[in-house]
């Protein structure tokens, strides 16, 4: 018998507990039957036609199927022994709570006139296997599916326009997200530790990715971010560890902090024109990457931006840096020379300490500060320039346990003395 969708079949609105006991699709009819103690036992041929229409009882409280909002008080909350819903044609809005915790739910069908998702609505549906919501769905509220551990596909229709934080983080075995057309924002966490994700698409619709968005995808192998993006949040791509590759579109134009920690397989990374600002720890511990151009429109550079990044072999920097902040190359153990360029007026704390195969180190002419233990432990560096006329200012030990015993400036330069910073001075540039 051909299935037939519930818009096509008969409401059943309502039912006497006293008489009728289940209510029943009949397939070969089009409609809505009641069952009668009078009618049993029914023939083969009617149960084989025949299944429920859903669940009528629940807890002695006689449900209705005419029902135009679901919410939380209508008894489907936490049910663990309802395996499948349709949700009646009636229906504009499935609310906040409405299945939640339903743990045996396998299945239900959002129909078409249904157009709102409330908070957590499906939230820890255990054995939710598959999603599709509808084009008539324009909003989805925050934790929809989040923890609905057996989800596996999803597809979000073209009316949504935001998926909202935590829609769908904890989906452990969710493989695809198809996302529709009309979606501007994917919020905060929303498919955050979804450790089965290998791909996504995102559309040409979205123009910002919010803090930890993907983070944790840990499955997730390549990315392309769409040409209308302007933002990437904080950790939006944090610990997605099997990541090789990423897009970063022309309109990018700010990298949060920690947007792409620990994505230890990411090789390359092209920074685009576009970007002003890299945000704290934006690439810590990318074991993988070797190497780094930071473009002349960045003019903001996060502390730690590329600690840990232990492959790394060179790095360039902007023309519009003005600051190495602390931290910002700490540990980056294969980098082998750098140049500071004339438009950096500081190097903080720690911002190159540990770098162990760092053999030479030009400093720009405008740097006016070089701070505590800037190049602690360079035990490889040998060759230091400052081209700076007039000394910088010293923190603490900025070179100790380097390699190096002289430091080189311009001749005629002062506030050197002979000996700075530990080193001797040696006026030949």
Known sequence: ????????????????????????????????????????????????????????????????????????????????????????????????????????????????????????AFRDCASLTSITIPDSVTSMGSKAFQNCTSLTSVTIGNGVTSIG???????????????????????SRAFQSCSSLTSITIPDSVTSIGNF??????????????????????????DCASLTSITIPDSVTSIGSDAFRNCTSLTSITIPDSVTSLGSYA?????????????????SLGGSVF????????????????????????????????TIPDNVTSIKSRAFQSCTSLTSVTIGNSVTSIESNAFRLCTSLTTINCLATTAPTLGTTPFIGAAATEIHVPVGATGYGTTYGGLIVVEDL
Do not use: H
Not at 224 to 236: C, E, L, M, N, W
Not at 283 to 297: H, N, R
């Open 1 to 120: 018998m051909a299935d037939r969708k519930i818009s096509q079949l008969t409401e059943l609105t309502s039912v006497n507990a006293a008489t009728y006991f289940l209510p029943v699709v009949d397939t070969s009819a089009g409609e809505t039957k009641k069952i009668a103690l009078a009618n049993l036992p029914m023939s083969d041929a009617a149960i084989e036609r025949s299944y429920p229409y859903t669940t009528d009882f629940i807890s002695g409280v006689e449900q209705t199927r005419n029902l135009t909002s679901i919410t939380e008080f209508d008894g489907y909350k936490n049910t663990a022994t309802l395996t499948s819903i349709y949700v009646g044609s009636n229906a504009t809005s499935i609310g906040s709570y409405a299945f939640f915790g339903c743990t045996s739910l396998t299945s239900t069908t959002i129909p078409d006139s249904v157009t709102s998702i409330g908070d957590s």
């Open 283 to 299: 690439f810590y511990s990318c074991t993988s990457l070797t190497s780094i151009t930071i473009p002349d429109s960045v003019t």
């Open 213 to 238: 968005a993907f983070a944790a995808c840990s499955s997730l192998t390549s990315i392309t971010i769409p040409d209308s993006v302007t933002s990437i949040g904080d950790s939006a791509f944090r």
């Open 307 to 338: 600690r840990g990044c232990v492959n790394l072999t060179s790095a360039t920097i902007g023309s519009s840096v003005t600051s190495i902040e602390s931290n910002t190359f700490r540990d980056c153990i294969d980098l082998t020379s750098i």
């Open 165 to 187: 934080n935590y829609a769908f983080r904890l989906c452990t075995s969710l493989t695809s997200a198809t996302i529709g057309n009309s979606v501007t924002s994917i919020e």
